[in-house]
């Protein structure tokens, strides 16, 4: 008896551990974008509207809807959970949700999360050069702006992620980026990821002090729930005209993409790992 009492105890705790823990996610969680049934968010502190424009030329105002063309579909069933947002070719066309509340912007003391499901052969699918499954900004990708991205070159392909203040305080003397070197970019990159045309790779990237005016802003990749390395030790200032910052999605990708999440802080890597094993998705925490 006492031995089911100490049993018995040590499962309730473990329930319990795990309601407390996606309790921690639920209140940290500000969008949802399940791409089931529709483009539009499922949940959204800001526009839960997906948009779409002709290119990247600012301004980028676009229209509510995927992009005519059928550059970027729906994909019944073909989801991680559910049903997908395809990227069917590399096209100058864009597709958005405004970052504005959604991504819960601090002009001091920034945190926060990203998260999303990709499923892409990268030799066979991906067109050369860059690709970025998501970029974040008001501006560029090199002026305020989080990235994931592909390289694809003729002997490897590496998935990185960006994390770049604003211009003036990372490059100050305006530097050629191509001269810059690969250490001092605020560059993270993963020389063989995991990507995979038959299964489903989990991407998640952190930020922490942000927007301090100090050199301890950090931002931590993970895929499929295991970290993956940091961009640490800057000075990540971020100047934002929220009204202007978008979440572009598929720039130059081709693949799919599922259960697009934001959340107001940085996840810590067991609650990663717990949404990483969230058996329908995000959508249990709304």
């Not at 070719?89 to 958005?96: E, G, H, Q």
Request: aromatic share 12%; with cysteine; hydrophobic share 40%.
């Amino acid at each position: 008896m006492l031995l089911l009492a100490i049993l018995l105890s040590g499962c309730s705790s473990l329930t319990q551990d795990r309601a407390v823990s996606l309790t921690a996610l639920r209140q940290a969680l500000t969008f949802h974008a399940p791409f089931d049934g529709g483009p539009d968010a499922g949940f959204a502190l800001g526009d839960r509207k997906l948009y779409s424009a002709p290119s990247m030329k600012h301004p980028r105002v676009g229209k509510p809807g995927l992009p005519a063309g059928e550059s970027a579909t729906l994909a019944a069933g073909q989801g991680r959970f559910g049903d997908a947002l395809q990227f069917h070719k590399k096209s100058p066309a864009i597709v958005f949700f405004s970052a504005e509340k959604n991504l819960a912007y601090q002009s001091q003391n920034w945190n926060g999360t990203v998260s999303l499901w990709l499923r892409t052969d990268p030799e066979k699918d991906l067109a050369p050069s860059f690709c970025d499954p998501i970029q974040i900004t008001p501006r560029e990708w090199n002026d305020a702006a989080f990235f994931v991205e592909f390289e694809k070159r003729t002997n490897s392909i590496p998935f990185r992620l960006g994390a770049y203040a604003d211009f003036k305080v990372w490059n100050p003397e305006n530097r050629d980026w191509g001269k810059i070197p690969v250490a001092e970019k605020p560059l993270l990159a993963v020389e063989k990821p995991p990507f995979r045309g038959d299964r489903w790779t989990h991407v998640v990237f952190t930020f922490s002090n942000f927007n301090t005016d100090r050199n301890d802003g950090e931002a931590r990749l993970y895929l499929d729930g295991r970290p993956q390395g940091t961009i640490a030790a800057r000075r990540q200032t971020f100047t934002w005209d929220t009204s202007k910052a978008l979440v572009m999605l598929g720039l130059s990708y081709i693949g799919f993409m599922d259960d697009l999440a934001l959340f107001n802080r940085a996840l810590t890597e067991p609650e990663i790992k717990s949404l990483h094993e969230l058996k329908e998705g995000v959508r249990l925490l709304h």
